[in-house]
């Protein structure tokens, strides 16, 4: 259909001089930070975008920058990863809502005490009643992540009283006892869930469900909550007004989200933001050198893979799984992960892609982690990078050239003699690693036989695309927690995305009854040297399975203006990530401050206005004056 564009001079005139008006008043209503002009407003940015406020139906790590601020964990570990006293490591029940844990002599049944302290934003007091029904919910509408924490909790968590909560477990766990960092569940207020159980959501929301409930505004206990959200632009936070704790130094948290690290780079360097999170080395290494810019590597326990889809279209269905999706069949066979592992030089990508600043990738469990947990390969266990050795055993199973193109085929007798080894291979461009390392691993594959065809989606989509096994091969990664059960727990049959359309934790699909079967005795374990024997096995296991080929043990690269703000607190020590909440809500958001007698932080960005709003009010001049060549230019094209 054409639309006519006969628009007159004066008409584009007033037109463009009304938007000139609005995009002036725009950028004065973000300048009006209140009648207080020491309000102070710290922005943040990064490449993501939230998959979910909601703690019932988030996943990405990004999600956890809002909900640590806003919420209380039951338990909330101040952590001190480095090469100290393993006693020291832990520093307690810092801000968590417990002060206290009872555990009966067969460990089994537990009594947590719990604060009584904190409001709710909305001024209703935080309860007893507030963590049984979270935990509660949390196990019985199967949240995505939370659910992973409750497993062994046998029946629902009771309330004694105001302040104490109970549970049994199904067989004897150390995991609750608070020994060791564990049940990491946000918890939400009883009052708003509740109605929302109900189908009364705040915001009439169609999707009023405890996992499709938006969460914005939300109602929270830390110092922060949750005010706004424009999907694609920004999360603003504003000051919990019935916190009881210190009072923070920063008014509003502003975090924005951009394209590519580029533009995160220079909107740091330019003032638009405070402090950023970037992905890559080249971007970090310029950052580094930029006038009154912080900066820090951290480590983190966290990790990058290639996720290889064991077989979500093959495998028998169960209570918990129904075969879905169209990856390839030659992925069932072990021998050809096997392979494709040992095609991936880990020592290679750290080193041209990461520069150096990563450790190389093998087994699940990172080098951060609780004391005693990691297994690493070594000698022959070690599926070193060996191309000839990869082409070896593909051919000793019967993977051959058989038309002379390169690539080879599945062999009679396979599920589906002579395909072609072709593999769709997915990276995402908010992850710019994964997408640089992609060159690097399709040539090695190529190499060996294996042909791959790399498509970069967002995460959003890929998220899809693994729900419904519509892939063979995905590059993403994991931050674990510090105790290695919930990271083992999402490569048990039962966490591979059940039906094509629902949220899987088990993206490769993975399912071994002998890894599940050791799942559950750690669970059970209450010695903790046997206990960890238990997960080693189950780490050799999986590494040996190939279901994942971990490429690297990815640092964290943060930058800030240091002319602004200051107090920030990594976690882990000494150098970590300096604002996720490993440390707890008191030692990162109650520290940090702006610097004296600076710039007070990025004030015109309290109401998220876009950078494109910036670039407009810019443009309008330059609009205004192309305006009449504009339209001559169009006349002849008005009618065609």
């Keep these: 259909m054409r639309r006519s564009r006969k628009i007159g001079v004066v008409a584009a005139l007033v037109l463009f001089g009304a938007l000139a008006a609005g995009t002036i008043a725009q950028v004065a209503t973000a300048q009006e930070t209140g009648n207080d002009d020491e309000r102070v407003v710290f922005t943040m940015a990064s490449t993501g975008e939230p998959s979910s406020l909601n703690p019932m139906a988030g996943y990405l790590a990004l999600d956890f920058y809002f909900w640590t601020p806003s919420y209380h964990l039951p338990i909330d570990f101040g952590t001190d990863f480095g090469p100290e006293e393993p006693s020291d490591r832990w520093n307690g029940f810092d801000s968590g809502l417990v002060t206290d844990i009872e555990v009966s002599d067969d460990a089994m049944h537990f009594t947590y005490t719990i604060r009584d302290d904190l409001v709710w934003s909305d001024g209703e007091p935080l309860t007893a009643e507030d ?42 766990s150390a995991l609750y006892t608070g020994e060791t960092p564990y049940l990491y569940t946000y918890i939400l ?39 706004e959200y424009e999907v694609g632009e920004f999360v603003r936070m504003v000051k919990n007004p019935f916190w009881p704790g210190p009072e923070p130094a920063v008014d509003e948290i502003v975090y924005r989200f951009y394209r590519n690290d580029d533009a995160v780079a220079t909107a740091l360097q330019t003032g638009e933001v405070d402090f950023v999170y970037v992905t890559t080395p080249n971007v970090f290494n310029s950052l580094q050198n930029a006038d009154n810019v912080g900066s820090m590597v951290g480590t983190i326990p966290s990790f990058s893979e290639i996720a290889i889809n064991s077989g979500s ?22 021998t050809v992960r096997r392979a494709i592992r040992m095609a991936i030089d880990s020592q290679a990508l750290n080193e041209q892609v990461l520069l150096g600043f990563g450790v190389p990738g093998t087994t699940l469990i990172p080098p951060i982690s609780v004391p005693g947990a990691r297994w690493e390969p070594s000698g022959d266990e070690l599926i ?86 519509e892939y063979e091969l995905s590059s993403w990664g ?23 359309s629902t949220y899987g934790n088990n993206d490769a699909y993975y399912c071994n009854p002998e890894y599940d079967e050791l799942y559950e005795q750690q669970l059970g374990e209450t010695d903790p040297e046997a206990r960890w024997e238990i997960v080693h096995e189950m780490q050799r296991i999986f590494y040996e399975d190939a279901a994942y080929a971990v490429m690297w043990y990815e640092p964290i690269f943060s ?26 809500i008191s030692e990162v958001w109650l520290s940090l401050r702006p610097v004296s007698g600076g710039a007070g932080g990025a004030a015109t960005e309290t109401r998220g206005i876009s950078p494109a709003v910036w670039a407009i009010a810019a443009g309008v001049i330059v609009l205004l004056v192309a305006v009449f060549v504009i339209l001559r230019r169009r006349r002849s094209e008005e009618d065609v």
Excluded at 131 to 156: F, R, S
Excluded at 313 to 332: M, S, V
Excluded at 483 to 497: E, G, K, M, N, V
Aim: a negative charge; one cysteine or more; proline letters at 11%.
């Design 189 to 227: 207020p009883k009052h708003v869930f509740e109605q929302i159980e109900q189908g009364n959501c705040p915001d009439d929301s169609e999707r009023c469900t405890p996992k499709g409930y938006e969460n914005v505004p939300n109602v929270g206990s830390g110092p922060f909550i949750i005010d």
């Design 384 to 469: 070193a990078w060996d191309l000839e050795g990869a082409k070896q055993l593909l051919e000793d199973a019967g993977y051959v050239d058989s038309d002379g193109d390169g690539i080879r085929e599945m062999p009679e007798g396979s599920l589906d003699p002579g395909r072609p080894l072709e593999f769709r291979y997915f990276v995402r461009p908010s992850e710019q690693p994964s997408v640089d390392a992609s060159p690097f691993v399709s040539e090695w594959l190529e190499e060996i036989g294996i042909r791959t065809e790399v498509i970069s989606v967002a995460s959003g989509r890929l998220t899809d695309i693994i729900n419904a096994g």
């Design 313 to 334: 279209a093959y495998q028998e269905g169960d209570d918990f799984f129904t075969p879905h999706g169209d990856g390839h069949p030659a992925l069932t066979d072990v």
């Design 559 to 584: 930058a800030w203006r240091s002319d602004r703000f200051e107090g920030f607190v990594p976690q882990p020590q000494p150098e970590g990530d300096p604002l996720e909440g490993w440390g707890g």
């Design 478 to 500: 994991w931050i674990p927690d510090p105790d290695p059960a919930p990271i083992l727990s999402y490569f048990t049959c039962d966490q591979r995305p059940p039906d094509g």
């Design 131 to 172: 963590v049984a029904y979270t935990l509660n919910l949390y196990k019985n509408n199967h949240a995505y992540l939370p659910q992973n924490y409750l497993t062994q909790i046998d029946g629902d968590v009771r309330v004694v009283d105001e302040t104490t909560i109970e549970f049994d477990t199904t067989e004897p």
